[in-house]
């Protein structure tokens, strides 16, 4: 009897199944950042809602947890890494046709439904668009569904910005208000200068019926927190998405443990106040 | 100086300002607009005025001997640009140029310091409103400075 992928997340929660990369997309010039669709070698991708992670296996190196980038309309599943540790810098050198293992989907997703009726504001810094890209493909797909969308992405410059093409096609959209940021411009760079929170700042959306989404390094996420809330979004319709150390993905371990929060099982999307102590915590 | 008026109540920085003070501010303001790449002011000049941008962009830029002006920041809609009239020496600490066409208010230094002098309770207001605004600014190129993005914390990603 054949055992499904989506039956073997359920019942081997710990084995890593066999997927193979479709296609391999540079983001950045050099590399660092790169994007994989993948496929389970038997079957369909197992269904991910946005926000959620995949523990990635590359066999005699090691297991990384990866945010699901976008949900591929072929059975497959996307994902969008960046190549910062010993796990990362090898993959970085796998093909299309190469094989990993992948466990998942885990954890928490973004609360997309909450905003339906409201203004959206998705703030992104660095590659933590990748874990919004999904929501924007679902609001996408039902725009009428919502109300302003407001998309602030911060990177450290031009040459550090995702996922080009569907950027300009979000920003030549009327439905759309996509502002991006670098924290350093260059000779040929006519878009904004400055952090992220700067967008927010600007306003555009009522506050007081907006949800907010927000990815990035905690600090950008914090000061975000800061700017939604002068702006009157409420804290509790703030969610931010936290990235520790995942080892089990399935909260026993204890590695990515804050507080009595397992980010893997819990998390890693949070509505802000949950997480806004431990924010306050130095070196936590 | 009605069409002023309307502009200025509808701004996030005057909220909180009585309608007698807004007024006031309007007695030394006037719609000025800037073609793309005009300069607003530069580097060193007097500092005789504040602006407020309404629409368009402005790149705050700043020069080193030997190199390009380097755009440290970019201001859009609803922004406030420049304090350096607020405190002496009274001089821009770096220049300011438009990057769309961009309309603004323009708000003249010398008008508002009479203003100020004359009624504390509005000079407290705007000294209130402008340290804010210092302070969000000051938190802004610190974490500019901290390159936030250079390490392994983001989103779940590496």
Same mark, same amino acid.
């Given at each position: ?45 197992? =269904? ?24 591929? =309309? ?24 190469? /094989? /990993? ?112 989404? /927000? ?70 | ?158």
């Amino acid at each position: 009897m054949s055992v499904s992928v989506a039956e073997m997340s359920v019942h081997e929660p710990m084995a890593p199944v066999p997927w193979r990369i479709l296609e391999v997309r540079r983001e950045v010039a050099d590399g660092e950042v790169f994007t994989w669709r993948l496929r389970p070698e038997s079957g369909d991708a197992p =269904e991910a809602r946005p926000g959620q992670f995949n523990m990635l296996y590359l066999f005699g190196v090691g297991e990384v947890a990866i945010s699901v980038s976008a949900m591929g =309309e072929d059975g497959s599943l996307v994902h969008t890494i960046r190549a910062v540790g010993s796990v990362t810098r090898t993959m970085q050198g796998l093909k299309a046709g190469d /094989v /990993v293992g992948v466990r998942g989907p885990f954890g928490s997703a973004w609360p997309v439904a909450e905003a339906e009726g409201r203004d959206l504001v998705l703030a992104a810094g660095g590659i933590g668009l990748a874990p919004l890209r999904p929501v924007i493909h679902g609001v996408l797909a039902r725009r009428e569904a919502f109300g302003r969308v407001l998309i602030c992405y911060g990177a450290r410059s031009p040459r550090d910005l995702i996922f080009r093409d569907e950027l300009a096609q979000w920003q030549a959209r009327d439905d759309l208000d996509v502002r991006v940021t670098v924290d350093r411009g260059t000779a040929d760079w006519r878009g904004d200068v400055g952090v992220v929170t700067q967008l927010i700042d600007r306003g555009g959306f009522d506050g007081r019926n907006a949800v907010a989404m /927000v990815c990035g390094p905690e600090v950008m996420m914090r000061f975000s927190a800061l700017s939604l809330h002068r702006r009157g979004v409420a804290p509790q319709r703030t969610f931010v998405s936290m990235e520790r150390s995942m080892r089990c993905a399935l909260g026993f371990c204890g590695h990515c443990q804050i507080g009595p929060h397992f980010v893997c099982r819990d998390g890693p999307v949070f509505p802000y106040p949950v997480m806004e102590p431990a924010f306050r915590v130095h070196e936590l | 100086m009605n069409e002023l008026l309307e502009i200025l109540k509808g701004q996030t920085f005057f909220q909180g300002l009585g309608e007698q003070h807004v007024r006031l501010l309007t007695a030394g303001a006037s719609l000025r607009t800037f073609r793309a790449d005009e300069t607003l002011f530069r580097e060193h000049e007097e500092a005789t005025a504040f602006y407020l941008v309404r629409s368009g962009r402005v790149a705050l830029e700043s020069r080193l001997p030997g190199r390009r002006a380097e755009t440290f920041m970019t201001l859009g809609p609803g922004e406030v640009l420049g304090w350096s009239w607020l405190m002496p020496p009274y001089r821009w600490h770096y220049s300011a140029r438009a990057l769309d066409e961009t309309h603004t208010v323009h708000f003249d230094a010398p008008v508002l310091h009479d203003c100020m002098d004359r009624d504390p309770v509005l000079g407290y207001a705007l000294y209130q409103r402008f340290a804010a605004l210092i302070v969000q600014r000051l938190q802004a190129a610190r974490l500019q400075a901290m390159d936030i993005y250079g390490g392994g914390d983001v989103g779940l990603g590496g």
